[in-house]
């Protein structure tokens, strides 16, 4: 029952650093983490405003703008479990579970981090608990199926986790068909906000983070 937790290492770094994009006009974008933000500036295609926080101006049009700017991916979050406010080993805890979530309209599963918290792995282990009793009142009320993924998978972010394994397929898959090759990129570009995809985009998004 408190099962998988202890198999699952935490996390290495951080989950926000806090790190803004800034469009060209100035309009925040996004936070997004350290490494992410200095990508642009190695690249020369964004400025560093700011150095704490760390904000970063593009120097090109982005691919997309957020709706308001009361927009959730603006505000700063705070790296501790929103439980009981520890602030070391913590892991992301996914509130509607996978299982679940794969059966949502799309609209509903783009913006995708709304119900992604940090949890300390005590407090992930008490309420995968209670998931568990609620997953089994869905599955005799509903005949709703429980849990097929391995737990490691639902732990991770599924976007970052996508990225990743499309840019090591463009590393490493020796033949891909040209469609399928740019369904890869295309994903990778949406992460980046960027036009072109290089070698060295590819060999930081080979290597993200995912949980
Ligand atoms: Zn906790």
Redesign the pocket.
Known sequence: MISNVCLVSCRKSPLYDNCFLHAPDGQPLCTCDRKKAQWYLDKGIGDLISSDPFVVRLRFEPSGRPESSVDYYLTVKENL?V??G?RESYIRKNIVPHEYRRHFPIQMKDHNSHDVLL??T??HAVSNYYDNNLKQQLAVEFSAPIGCEEGMRMLEDPIRRQVRSAARALLHASKLPVNRREELLSEIRAFYLVDDVTEETLKNASNLETR
Do not use: A, F, W
């Open positions: 479990c439980v009981c520890k949890l300390c005590s407090c």
